[in-house]
């Protein structure tokens, strides 16, 4: 079991990381998220005081939508093509399948989002110390994002418009998240990356038996 | 082989708010063959994946011993994969012997699935069902896409499967050459 559990996750992984025609991968969430952070200190000045101000939340929102990105690809071609199905016959759980996935997408795009940080933060004129917390913060975070961004992929998965109703269905549940990693970067705000990230673990553990369930009612 | 058995008790489906079958019930051993027969709409398919577990029934139950095995119009293999690569998948998964041989495959494993015709991807999954080591075979419309040569193969196949010992249950509109096939017609049990 445990083999073929190892071999589905680096699939998981390959697919999401490299992508495939019609899949993108890990390159465009990274790209989006840099475009954000690249396009912000144009549309609001050169005001460095103000970037520094409103930078690390604005690396969180762009986070966000770019953890929105690959939506439509985390579940929905693998059960259209009948991979889900198949696993379920050879008695893989769902739940482990969700799992795994969480992982892949989280690798896929929390960390490439990590190694990104350092760069969006010079765009927006963040110090070291603002820098560190947005990266602890994305640690804590992205985890919880990936798990929700999976949940809502088998939940819409199947549905005419599925990816653009994910992406409004995936926004207010991340409100915490986005609320917390934004309020560790205001003074004091150790609290808040607590909070962030007991909302990214309850996130990480109920989204594979929701994740599982959606996939077992798209069947019926 | 394992001993192996595929019984349905008093099957009923319910698709949406229309009864589709019901009292549908067979027995089936080692070496045994069904042919679920019936025009398209009927069931065919969701009976087929109620005996896979991969739908409730609406009544009744199915009992099995033996790993079953289960090939529809989807291949599930990587469009995008060479060939090889994408049955290497699934033989990582089901630690199964290559059984490719039957199925003309050896040619076409360096090419990308998607770049394969209808009737090569048919018999790419069917060669995925034979190298499963699965010993009840569940084949959606196996001769769909599969020209008589290929047909014949597949149907040869089966016949081989059953020899060992396994179980096949066939859901096809086309008649079968197969020794002592029973066959259970959908029509029998309109609602």
């Known amino acids: 079991m445990s083999r073929a559990l190892w071999t589905i996750f680096r699939r998981d992984l390959a697919l999401l990381l490299q992508g495939a025609p019609g899949r993108g991968g890990a390159a465009l969430p990274l790209l989006f998220f840099l475009a954000v952070a690249m396009l912000y200190p144009f549309a609001v000045g050169p005001d460095a005081r103000l970037l520094a101000r409103t930078g690390a939340g604005l690396i969180w929102v762009a986070a966000l939508l770019a953890a929105i990105l690959p939506l439509d690809r985390l579940v929905e071609p693998d059960l259209d093509a009948g991979f889900f199905d198949q ?113 990214s673990m309850a996130a990480v553990a109920i989204a594979p038996f929701a994740a599982a369930g959606a996939i077992r009612a798209g069947r019926e | 082989m394992q001993p192996c058995r595929l019984a349905a008790y008093d099957l009923a489906c319910r698709r949406g708010d229309r009864l589709l079958f019901k009292a549908v019930g067979f027995e089936l051993h080692q070496g045994d063959a069904l042919q679920l027969a019936g025009p398209n709409g009927i069931g065919k398919s969701s009976l087929m994946r109620i005996l896979a577990g991969l739908l409730r029934a609406y009544t009744g139950r199915v009992e099995h011993e033996g790993q079953r095995a289960l090939s529809d119009e989807r291949p599930a293999l990587d469009a995008h994969r060479a060939l090889g690569e994408a049955l290497a998948f699934w033989q990582r998964i089901d630690r199964a012997g290559e059984a490719r041989a039957d199925f003309g495959l050896e ?40 020209d008589a040569h290929w047909g014949a193969s597949m149907q040869a196949a089966i016949e081989a499967h059953r020899a060992l010992g396994g179980i096949a249950v066939i859901a096809s509109h086309q008649p079968l050459q197969l020794q002592t096939l029973r066959t259970l017609a959908l029509l029998d049990h309109l609602v």
């Open chain 1, 87 to 199: 696993w379920a016959l050879r008695g893989i759980s769902e739940e482990l399948l969700m799992l795994l996935r969480i992982l892949a997408h989280w690798l896929s795009f929390g960390v490439p989002l990590m190694l990104a940080a350092p760069l969006a933060a010079g765009l927006l004129n963040l110090d070291g110390a603002q820098l560190q917390t947005v990266e602890i913060g994305l640690l804590l975070g992205t985890p919880g994002l990936a798990a929700i961004g999976v949940t809502i992929s088998a939940l819409t998965a199947g549905l005419r418009a599925g990816a653009a109703l994910g992406g409004l269905l995936a926004i207010p549940l991340a409100v915490p998240l986005l609320i917390f990693g934004a309020g560790s970067l205001q003074p004091g705000g150790d609290g808040g990356l607590l909070l962030l990230a007991a909302a």
């Open chain 2, 107 to 146: 040619d076409l494993l360096d090419v990308p699935v998607r770049y394969l015709s209808t009737g090569q991807r048919k018999r790419a999954a069917l060669a995925r069902l034979a190298a499963s080591g699965a010993q009840i075979w569940l084949l959606d419309e196996p001769l769909n896409g599969l």
